[in-house]
């Protein structure tokens, strides 16, 4: 006679329980296989390729003004009064002088850029204006003049103390070789105008390039150089900056100032 385990004669039922009630962490199972899927859509399940995989979004922050404004003012000074003492309480006229200094500041700082927009606005100006000045000459301070085609002779103005019977003029190029010398009459005295016709010393006109006008005469019984002016073709006008300003550009000799400019000349 054999003993019979009454358990092992539940163990098919148990066991088909089991698998039973097996088929619900089957359908939780397929849950999770679901959510794997969804997650599988936004990852590769390489960390290697899921590690070098360009973001979505950008994770670099936009950079933010590090200037203090009204707001930030205003929200410091609530801070400043909700901590404050009630025994000793912020002064009210230092509260409103931080905030007339504040005010002041920000007042300041619209009015800086109120001006810059203002020197742009003014350069801009006075360059249309300037450009009517292209093609006319213009007395610049300078010795050197340019001697082209264009322009075969040079003109420009002695000033001088006083008045100066004879004023010896020397006409040089660039290399400071002597071209030509002649004399001119300075008894009028003041601003004294003078032109050269780019001839040499034999008669023969010189080649094109710059050329300086040197001139001396006696002074008080004493030989003395004196300070040459010459006239400059405006080929064009270019805006320059807001410390600059308008700048004219002349033939053969380069750009120059419009305010370095003495006199306008139409020839």
Do not use: C
Request: glycine fraction near 10%; charged fraction near 15%.
């Amino acid at each position: 006679m054999s003993l019979i385990n009454p358990l092992s004669s539940q163990s098919p039922l148990s066991t088909q329980g089991t698998s039973g009630q097996g088929i619900a962490p089957a359908s939780s199972s397929g849950a999770s296989a679901n959510s794997s899927t969804t997650t599988q859509t936004q990852t590769t399940g390489n960390p290697f390729l899921d590690g070098i995989r360009l973001p979505e979004e950008s994770s670099i922050p936009e950079a933010k003004s590090q200037e203090l404004t009204q707001e930030d003012f205003f929200s410091l000074l609530s801070q400043q009064l909700s901590m404050q003492d009630p025994f000793k309480p912020v002064d009210n006229d230092q509260m409103i002088a931080q905030m007339a200094s504040f005010s002041t500041v920000d007042g300041i700082t619209k009015l800086n850029e109120e001006i810059v927009n203002l020197n742009t606005v003014m350069t801009s100006s006075q360059a249309l204006q300037a450009s009517g000045l292209v093609g006319q000459k213009v007395l610049i301070p300078s010795d050197t003049g340019h001697i082209s085609a264009e322009d075969p002779s040079l003109k420009g103005i002695i000033s001088t103390p006083e008045a100066i019977d004879t004023i010896t003029v020397r006409i040089e190029d660039e290399k400071g070789q002597l071209v030509k010398t002649y004399t001119v009459d300075g008894s009028a005295g003041g601003n004294i105008d003078i032109a050269w016709d780019g001839l040499d010393k034999n008669g023969e006109p010189v080649t094109s390039g710059n050329y300086s006008i040197k001139a001396s005469g006696r002074v008080d019984g004493e030989s003395q150089d004196l300070a040459v002016s010459t006239y400059a073709h405006v080929t064009s006008v270019s805006l320059g900056t807001a410390s600059t300003g308008a700048i004219l550009n002349l033939r053969g000799i380069g750009g120059i100032k419009l305010g370095d400019v003495l006199a306008v000349s139409e020839t």
